[in-house]
């Protein structure tokens, strides 16, 4: 079996974010062997993250052999090694990586889910992310809709928009509003790598312990890794990120350096699921916790299903939710039974037009 076919597009969906996110953020890629399967992946990069894959990432895919996908990303990672490492190159690589997951999968006629455990979960409970409004009754009312719909976590975005340093009191005010509201379950906040006074927020979280957050996510800039270590060691508040770090090599320098509590790799971002099962591993052996970000969707779920000891799963993004491979209700995600990761392959072909 060979590759002979190799294209990468863009999708496009309703109601998609006009920021990053939406331009810049995926990108998706299609893989057809000479035996008539294709496979599906979705990484990040853009117009830009496409250029690599229809430049450099053919010239190591072209008649390749799919099977030894390990030995693919290292060829891969090798060919982007003067420009890459980190960032665009490695979102590039993400979506080729799950879409040679797919065609193993396709291949041997089951979903990746069965081809990592014999027995894997098929419905998993998920947290929902709401964002931080100006008008409180806004977002508190998505707290409310949150418990109304059975989730047991929420994590609010947004703190970022506040600064430790003068607005203390008002976090603190506006996350006692939140557990008020909330009740018991367990409750998160995102702060989107706004803050930069490591020490202000390390104060900040001894007067959060009052609210039993579960993490706070991303208080710092990614690549502080001497602030997150410092924060780590003394916060009484779980630290969380690397939703922004890149490949297992990174994942392993912020164990080693007690960055995080808990870590949040993109398995559309941080290499595929060849790496996010590496830092997995990674992670066992530094006794952390993984929560991967945007965990309900496709392309993660066989990491949650198998590989995770205790998964909760992020709420996807709604505008992908034509992608399929999961069906959200209740507060949980189920696995889609299709072979591969299971998405809609007609909807990612047509994805190059507004839904």
């Known amino acids: 079996m060979e590759i002979v076919s190799i294209r990468s597009f863009m999708p496009t969906a309703a109601r998609k974010p006009a920021d990053w996110r939406g331009w810049m953020g995926q990108i998706c890629v299609r893989l057809e062997t000479d035996e008539g399967q294709v496979g599906y992946g979705m990484g990040g990069g853009g117009e830009a993250g496409m250029h690599v894959i229809d430049t450099v990432l053919r010239g190591v895919l072209e008649k390749a052999d799919p099977t030894p996908i390990e030995d693919l990303w290292e060829e891969m990672f090798s060919a982007t090694l003067a420009f890459g490492r980190k960032g665009l190159a490695i979102m590039a690589i993400s979506a080729v990586d799950l879409a040679l997951w797919d065609l193993r999968a396709k291949a041997k006629d089951t979903t990746v889910a069965h081809l990592l455990s014999e027995q894997p979960t098929a419905r998993l409970p998920m947290y929902r992310t709401i964002s931080k409004d100006a008008d409180p009754n806004r977002w508190l009312g998505q707290i409310e809709q949150a418990l109304a719909e059975g989730y047991e976590a929420v994590k609010i975005g947004g703190l970022g928009q506040m600064d430790p340093t003068t607005d203390a009191d008002a976090i603190v005010d506006m996350m006692r509003q939140a557990r008020r509201v909330s009740g018991d379950i367990r409750l998160m906040a995102d702060v989107g790598m706004r803050w930069q006074d490591v020490d202000a927020v390390a104060a900040l979280c001894h007067r959060l312990a009052e609210v039993d957050l579960g993490w706070l996510e991303e208080p710092l800039p990614a690549d502080d890794l001497d602030g997150y270590a410092r924060l780590a060691a003394t916060s009484p508040v779980p630290i ?78 709604p505008w992908m939710a034509w992608v399929g491979g999961a069906r959200w209700a209740d507060a949980h995600v189920e696995a889609s039974a299709r072979r591969g990761f299971g998405v809609d392959e007609q909807a990612l072909e047509n994805s190059t037009s507004p839904d």
């Open 240 to 317: 969380a990120g690397g939703e922004h770090e890149f490949t297992a090599r990174g994942f392993a320098e912020l164990m080693a350096r007690g960055a995080h509590h808990i870590y949040q790799p993109d398995v559309c971002w941080c290499g595929g699921l060849t790496q996010l099962l590496e830092i997995y591993r990674l992670a066992r052996t530094h006794h952390v916790q993984v929560c991967p970000h945007r965990g309900s969707e496709a392309w993660s779920l066989p990491a949650l299903q198998t590989v995770d000891p205790s998964p909760l799963a992020e709420s996807g993004r």
